[in-house]
């Protein structure tokens, strides 16, 4: 019995060794700015995503009322993007993309379905705790998945579809736990209302996800970071055009200046909550495509996974969200699902 339990030990210590050995070569491989830079852009995924999440439920929780305005906030950052994909012409010593007629028709279809899909979300962080949003908005993996293997053929295992499975789980559970996390001035067709338009977002937001990749085998043809950042600017631009027009038809923009004046904090509150709220969502975009380019789609997996946790954690202690025992079995559920997501792409990876 103790022969094994050394053996076991030893194994352990091998493993960890040969862990440290991959990292310390990993690391060794690339210049330190490689990594400052990847540090940073995954500190913007892991602070600046959540933070946009509770930013948009403070809007509503303080008086704010717009589902426009919070969709509209979501692209007005989108000057930010441009301003980093410029100097990236210079260091790069490239040129942007030319630009055709297909390309530009897909850059305006990719536009208006993120307008519609920030409009999507907006309903739902108007209506759900910023908790529960979060947690069911992650079955845009699901989609993300299902919308992969369909329209980009890529490959699926069994650890994706445990993933895909799991996932789904989770949601069922936070949909059986309405009772729970509803807010007293929500009624129950409010917040059926807001559970559905956030798995129609996430749904969108899977499409959308299937629908940029297919741009690029199609069109594009390569993955360089200025691309990336192009094909952001472009779509976020469109988003944008698409929303602010929805936003005049609406007249939301003159009702801006009395909610302002009724916003609980004052118009000083209100006008950091929407331009915070515009910077941390286009800081969040950023981080994850960087992430994708400096390291790999596992480790921006692994960083979605862990945004989760930390955005209901973070709107329990903030925004005293309620936090039920199904919530947290959704939340370990969902950690759970994720982990089986990058534990199948990282086998599909290693064999391929």
């Not at 069922?172 to 929500?186: F, P």
Request: aromatic share 14%.
């Amino acid at each position: 019995m103790g022969d094994i339990s050394e053996n076991h030990s030893a194994s352990l210590l091998e493993r960890v060794a040969n862990f440290r050995t991959i990292l310390w070569e990993a690391y060794q491989r690339k210049p330190i700015s490689h990594w400052i830079l990847l540090f940073l852009s995954s500190m913007a995924m892991l602070v600046a995503f959540p933070a946009s999440t509770l930013l948009s439920r403070v809007y509503y929780a303080n008086g704010g009322t717009s589902k426009w305005i919070i969709s509209w906030v979501a692209v007005a950052g989108w000057p930010l993007t441009a301003l980093i994909l410029i100097p990236t012409y210079f260091i790069c010593k490239t040129f942007p993309t030319p630009m055709n007629l297909n390309l530009f028709l897909s850059y305006v279809l990719l536009g208006f379905l993120s307008a519609a899909d920030n409009l999507m979300y907006a309903y739902a962080y108007a209506y759900l705790p910023a908790s529960t949003a979060a947690l069911v908005a992650s079955s845009s993996l699901v989609f993300s998945t299902l919308f992969g293997y369909f329209i980009v053929k890529n490959k699926l295992n069994a650890g994706v579809i445990n993933a895909v499975v799991i996932i789904t789980a989770a949601v069922t559970v936070i949909a059986l736990d309405s009772d729970s996390d509803r807010y007293s001035n929500v009624s129950d067709r409010q917040y059926i209302l807001g559970f559905v338009w956030d798995i129609l977002g996430s749904a969108l937001h899977g499409l959308i996800f299937a629908l940029s990749e297919l741009v690029f085998i199609k069109l594009l043809g390569r993955r360089s970071f200025h691309v990336v950042l192009e094909q952001q600017v472009m779509v976020s631009f469109m988003a944008f055009v698409f929303t602010t027009i929805g936003v005049i038809v609406n007249k939301d923009f003159q009702g801006m200046a009395s909610e302002a004046k009724t916003f609980k904090g004052g118009e000083a509150a209100y006008e950091l909550v929407l331009i915070w709220g515009a910077i941390t969502f286009q800081l969040g975009v950023l981080g994850s495509t960087a992430v994708l380019f400096l390291a790999s789609t596992v480790l921006a997996g692994v960083l979605n996974a862990v945004r989760v946790p930390l955005t209901s954690i973070a709107a329990v202690i903030l925004l005293h969200d309620p936090m039920s025992g199904l919530k947290i079995l959704s939340l370990v559920i969902t950690f759970w699902g994720f982990g089986s997501y990058i534990y199948g792409n990282s086998t599909e990876n290693k064999l391929s």
